[in-house]
Structure formats: structure tokens, C-alpha cells
């Protein structure tokens, strides 16, 4: 098992950030392991998320920050946080209190095809 991050520096240091400063993150429930939803964090969003372990994203529509949960009180409380193998994306294992979409559905990913 790789070591863990303890170090939130070295951590967003070793983050390959896209060309507008963001990583995708992939928010997974702790417990069932159910996919929620994919979304976007800055390194100011990571920060947050991992100092008050309350899931903060970048919204790109509103160009601003989102802390998940923060009017529709369907939050993400962090368990876990995992850095993939090539740095460019993130796994987030939470524990989710409400919907996770914003459709009112548990998760994103909820459409068949």
C-alpha cells in the first residue's frame, strides 16, 4: 500500500492541474461505494476540502467555489481522499447526506444508455 499524503503541499504539488488550474474528481460513497458524481476542484477547493473535510468543489458555470451541500443541505462530508496513478485525477470516498445530484437523485449517474 502506498503511503499517504500527509502534507497538503507536496500533495497539490504533485496535482497535474489542467490548463485552467482544475482537476476532475470523482466523489464515491464510504460505505457502499456507489459512484455519485464527477466535478471540478482548484487547489483553493482542495485546501478547504481537506482542512474541514467538507467537500468543496469549482463550479465552472458560476466560475466560483461550491461547497457541496451548502444551500440544498446535501452535503459530503470527507472520508477519503486518493490521488490516481498519473496525478491528474482525484477520488473523493464521502458521506453523503441527502441527493447527490442536483436533480434530486442519489446519484449523477442515474441514466441508462
Known sequence: MA????????????????????????AQEATTREVLMLAW???????????????????????????????SGHTQQLVEAKLDCDGDALLLLVNQTGAACHTGEKTCFFRGI
Open 41 to 71: 476542484m482548484n487547489e483553493e477547493a482542495l485546501k478547504l476540502t481537506l482542512s474541514t473535510r467538507q467537500v468543496t468543489y469549482w463550479s465552472r458555470s458560476r466560475n466560483s467555489l461550491w461547497r457541496k451541500g451548502e444551500t
Open 3 to 26: 503511503p499517504k499524503d500527509t502534507d497538503v503541499e507536496s500533495l497539490v504539488q504533485r496535482i497535474k492541474w489542467n490548463e485552467q488550474g482544475l482537476i476532475p474528481v470523482v
